[in-house]
C-alpha cells in the first residue's frame, strides 16, 4: 500500500477565531457539534482532512506545548486558483487582521503570499497548479 498523507491537525488555542479564518481563506468548515467535543473537520477534493481542535495534543502528549518564538518548520499550503486569487485573498485576511509574512510575490517557484492564522500557523496561499488536486 501506498503511504498517503490523510489528515492535517492543527492544535489551537482559540476553536472560533480558528474557524473564521480558515472560513475566510475559503474553506467550507461546518460548525462544531452542539454539546460536542472542541473539534471540526473539513475533507477537501484532494482527500485531506484538516482537523482543527483545542484538545488533541495537549490531552495525549504530556510533553507537549505550544510553539513560541515566531518560527516555524512547516507550512500549510493552499491552492486557491491563478494569481489574482493569491491577491485577493492576501488583501482579505490582512485588511481582516490577520499577520501577514509575505506579501504576493512571484518566488523562484509559484506565485504565493503568506500569511498566519490566529495560531501563528503559517500558511502558504498559491497559484501553482501542482498543488492543485486535479494535478
Known sequence: MELQLSMVVLEVAD??????????LGLE???VAPGGRPVVAHRMGS????LITTSFASVYDPTWSRPAGGGYSQMLEFYVGDDAVVDSRWAELVDAGYVGRMPPTQTFGPY????EDPDGNVVLLT?????SPDA
Open 15 to 24: 476553536l472560533e477565531a480558528s474557524l473564521r479564518f480558515y472560513r475566510r
Open 47 to 50: 482527500g485531506v482532512t484538516l
Open 29 to 31: 468548515i461546518p460548525e
Open 112 to 115: 504565493a503570499a503568506i500569511v
Open 127 to 131: 497559484s501553482d497548479e501542482a498543488a
